[in-house]
């Protein structure tokens, strides 16, 4: 993990924006809009109950209101509580018991922090985060495809929280991850932030809805990192806040050189991989120098031998595009034969041999089909540049074509091109056969490279530096469907080879080893010196080395267009075709005199985001931590100080308590950003600590509990409730990370998909049992029993879940499957526990009430269970199995007080 | 707190979301805290309602409820009720013509004439096609509007514009806004029901009856015509109704218990009162659907008699009998799945056409003729139609389909206040785009709103920060030319 010391470290030139065009508006009066001070704690009358300035704070606002705050929570609710708020699981009973037993006075403190250290508190307060992005792993629409590998996102997400991340760390490598200098997997992962969105892959304006998409992503950074409604003014000014529609297009800008989502993962070296890829391409390097020194050395000699003649029958030579002959406009054959046509500005540099043709990606030529049956193309290329597709789909026409003839569709075409990471591949068509090479050959270096096909075999063999990459069998068709062949480019268009290629010859045959051994050594005579080498122990030692492979990580990132963004404009009524003036880049002047970080270009991106990430982290941002701090709030208290936690503007909430938000803001910057350090500081609070009792005289006063004056009674999430009910019957598996998993759904449920057949997963009992953050996240088909208890809506971002009550949710926890298989495993487990129907009962009642049994619900249970076996002729077994059914259903299991 | 703003010692807003089977969160009271969080919509003045508690419409409604027999894939309108004469003798041949659909944007097209007769129906002498002279016999109770366009050609987008008025996903179905803005009548059945075809649910699945922004509570419900009703809706295999009604009774002693110390917590009044609303619907809904006591007569006349219709024919008598239980939005999905599954006839536009179609005709005027007989089609509003229409020209060099067309298309109303026998708006002779009155979806959707007694630019939603709305931003006046 990258430190904060190192990411202040960043090349960044922080700058104050010189007002250009006109001075920066303030924010006016409002609150939020404010810069942070850290005020001092009041002075209050009762001073033993403040155990922290929080306490302080919220004292003074009751002794002002005449109130009193509750009574402190017993021990068995206090532990409930906090444990089911940092982990978002109950207590164990061995829990339970250690904090019973310890009579230290900083035994409450401990818990905390054994919490705090828990792997599931990342796995609990993961879940609010991705409330807030919309975290959702499908893209919507009619196919609602799969977003591939967002899970790494989640996982990082969980992990960043487990490892305590400075949160300036924790926004910056979300917004802007890959910009980091010496970015790790992670921090790319981390920018899967950008990719949660929805995504309609079959747009009716496809500009329309990239920015649409951007918008999405403008937006839910800006209300997740800032609490502004961003997005209120994508089509004109704020109507309550002073953010004019300009600002939302030069913020909007930060995001517009993002290359547009399109379904694909991205493939990146593994941490370390280069290293290591280096290193064994060097003694790589080695060996393959020696071999081809000895091989050069017995051509040699064998070519003095004879006289220097060569011997056998030479393919023959079909065209030859050497470089040194070509026009403007024409791609020259070297008999003349079979001239091509170039198309843009294919021009001509140094080459390895004489010129060479260059190509810039909008370049190629097209020449005649001037092989079909049993062929061979031989060239030598050079490229410093990555390529298109991933390394992990190798196919050829994946890549960008060095010389290809593909055609979309499975059809008689066949090709070479270059892949992702510096992976050479060629292949035919009907069925699809491909070789390819190993990763690497981006080095702007010189290689060989040959593609040989023999269609009576099938055969098809590639070869890179006289060494051959692969080898399989083929189409033995004719290859006529492509009309003519390209060079330089695939064939469906799009973008093209950028680099150098030299010698392109086709010949007749398929080459043997040595014969392409022989051009990739560039032996006096070609194809013809192939017998002097041919049956040497140099060339057999050649063929067996291999190339070391490049370890790669598969992953949903961001990329940009390149270092070059577009300036950013105002698109009139949000509309991406009415363009308006343009802006500068910048962040929203109501929030003041901003001091702004320049973008700093690294190779493959404008350096916008990270400029933007930056700015959103300094000290000095007025949003920022306050947004942070309340956050924290919020998921301890049920609310935040500011109720609307994704809104500080005018539309949202005032804070019920200014002054201790600040303070809280004040704290995580203090704190270094840690937010289990602030965690440990609201949860160990007297506030935090109260009963969560109701008195008279404060539901007169103050029904709300604006004033903090009891602790908020809620209900459990749908994740906690999941959780809480396969952790009651022993079943939880809190494995964490990796993709999704699939518990059962309904047939009925999987029949309102368009596709009921294929909608949902299966995955068995034990993966079924994980943690609900852990359930796919599928657009279409949310989850029944989660989505009936609120889980949040993931097509915009979600800062306060809805709680309701239903009859829908009683249904499912009465009547549906689940409920029923869990109550079922539930009453196993309490026989295994323990003997005896009363005794079950208890250890039950303690189970989902994290309290000694009392006497009267024992007594009810009990009188239930007999009840069932009397009336209803139920075995002791099943009776005890209904029983768990209402266990599962109390409210006392399902509240949190 | 002002005094004013209190009810029973609580908030209005507190007590909307809190009381009996309502809304439970603190945290949600940040949305609804601004004075005239409900002032577009009606909060029920009864102060023991939960959220679907009937609620007090805008101004007195022509109609109580909704069926909209949706025909999923896009129906021809040309093929079904837009009569295009000068199409016939055009049939293969190819034509300059501006279209968009799912091949793009193009210039010229293969006209395919269309491949069934219209004949004039009804004193109205509206011409319909062969596909539905079932239909035809009603044709002086429906308005039709000829001219209809939307803002996108393709299935994913546009089904959700159909549904709910936006593109982007993410935003409360039509059924939500009715459910959300007078709650229901029958509080032992859902108020917004939906009907998905046998073959399965339309493409982007739930966000077709999805309540997006709003609590899910008003989303729509998913009703099986046969066996279990509503998902979780059967008690448990082995278990009496009298059996569960004793674990209920000990679930609810327990509750009680829990809440004896917690008097105060509405919230947990309400979960208890959960579980009776549930129980209630367990022996509500299977009675809505047991059609045993419906006549002969009249399951003949949905056609139940007849493999091809007695799949649509039994859910148009399902919607009449919700209809008459209270259920305010009734939604009726013809097709489903992918490719001609549904209305989408890309290939085979007779084969295609001629399938829904005759699954189709007869149940939906047997629905509207049994409503008409019952009085209730005064009360009810009946919409048909696609998420668009598809073109006068082929999509392939080959074959009789055409491709989607989002520029003019046709749907039809009747009941509900709608006037009769009239038609409106009109396509260009081809029936490639709506020429004359065009008339937008969000007109269609703020039509049904008025009628049922809701204003479109009234009935709002505060979330992210703006009063959302069915029909968007800018104001959208229902159409004054279809209200009787």
Known sequence: MMTRRLICALPVLALTVASAQEPRRSGGEWWAYQPLKRPEAPAVRDASWVRS??????????????????????????????????????PTQDEIDAFLADDSPDAYEKVVDRLLASPQHGVKWAQHWLDVVRYAETDGYERDSKKPFVWRYRDWVVDALNADMPYRDFVTKQLAGDELPDATVADHVATGFYRLGIWDDEPTDRQQHRYDVLDGIADTAARATLAISMGCARCHDHKKDPLPQKDYHSFLGYFENIAPYNKQSRTIPADGAREKFEAASATFAIESKRCRDELMRVAYERLAAKGGAAEGAAPRVVARYDGDVASATALLDESGEHDGKVFGQVVQVPGRKGQALRFDGDDFCRIPRVV?????????????????????????????????????????DWGVSWIAEGVIAAGTGRPEKFVSSAAGYNDGEWHHVAFTRDRRSGKLALFVDGQMAGETVGSKRPLRTPEDLVIGRAR???????????????????????????????LPGGVAAAAAIDGTSALKQLSRLRAPEFETVELLAVREHGRDAPEPIVRLRGNVHARGPQVPLGVPGMLGEAKLFAPAPTRQSSGRRLALARWITTEDNRMTWRVIANRVWQHHFGRGIVRSSNDFGRLGDRPTHPQLLDWLACEVLDREQSLKSMHRLIVTSSTYRMSSDADERGLAKDPLNDAFWRFDRRRLTAEEIRD?????????????????IYPQLPQAVLDTASRPGSAWGRSSPEQAARRSIYVHVKRSLPEPLLASFDRADTDSSCPVRFATVQPTQALSMVNGDFANLQAELFAQRLRRDTKGLRAQLARGLELVSQRPARRDDVARLVKLAADLQADFGRSEKQALQRCCLVLLNCNEFIFLD | MNPRNMFCGRTRREFLWQAGGGFTSLGLVDMLSRDGFFSGSRPSDDPNAGPLAPKPPHHAPKAKACIFLFMYGGPSHVDTFDYKPKLYPLDGKTIDIQTKGRGGSKSKGRVVGPKWKFSQYGESGRWISDLFPHV???????????????????????????????????????????????????????????????????????????????????????????????LDLDVPNGMSDREQRRILDALREQNEAHLSHRSEDTTLAARIQSYELAYRMQSHAPEAIDIANESASTKTLYGLDDPRTEDFGRKCLLARRMVERGVRFVQVYSGGNHNDHNWDAHGDLEHNHSKHAGATDKPIAALLADLKQRGLLDETIVVWGGEFGRQPTAEYAQGTGRDHNSAGFTMWMAGGGIKKGVALGKTDELGNAA???????????????????LDPNRLSFFHAGLDQKLVGVEPVKPIRELIA
């Open chain 2, 435 to 453: 020429v004359e009155r065009p008339l937008h979806v969000k007109e269609l959707h703020a039509t049904i709103l008025h009628q049922m007694g």
């Open chain 1, 724 to 740: 809480s009910i396969l952790a009651a019957n022993g079943t939880l598996n809190l494995e964490r990370g990796g993709p999704s």
């Open chain 1, 53 to 90: 300035p929080i306490d302080a704070f919220v004292l003074a606002g009751l002794e002002e209101r005449g109130m009193r705050p509750a009574p402190e929570a017993d021990r068995h609710t206090i532990l409930r509580r906090v444990t089911y708020d940092l982990t978002g699981l109950p």
């Open chain 2, 136 to 230: 035809g016999r009603y044709v002086d109770d429906m308005a039709f509007i000829h001219s209809m366009y939307a803002d996108s050609p393709l299935h994913g987008s546009a089904m959700l514009m159909m549904n709910s008025g936006r593109i982007l996903s993410g935003a409360p179905c039509l059924g939500s806004w009715v459910n959300y803005g007078l709650g229901t009548e029958n509080q032992n059945l859902p108020g917004f029901v939906v009907m998905l075809d046998k073959t399965g649910g339309p493409i982007s699945g739930a966000k077709n009856w999805h309540s997006g922004y709003m609590p899910a509570v008003y989303q729509g419900t998913v009703l099986r015509p046969t066996g279990e009703p509503i």
């Open chain 1, 492 to 522: 469906p268009g799009g973008e093209g080879f950028r680099g150098d290629l030299d010698e392109i010859t086709f010949y007749d045959r398929a080459l043997s080893a040595a014969e392409v051994a022989a051009l990739a050594l560039e």
């Open chain 1, 372 to 412: 079909e049956d049993s062929f061979s193309v031989s060239f030598f290329v050079r490229s410093d540049q990555p390529g298109r597709g991933n390394v992990r789909d190798k196919r050829w026409f994946t890549g960008t074509g060095l010389v290809d003839g593909e055609i979309p569709g499975i059809v008689d």
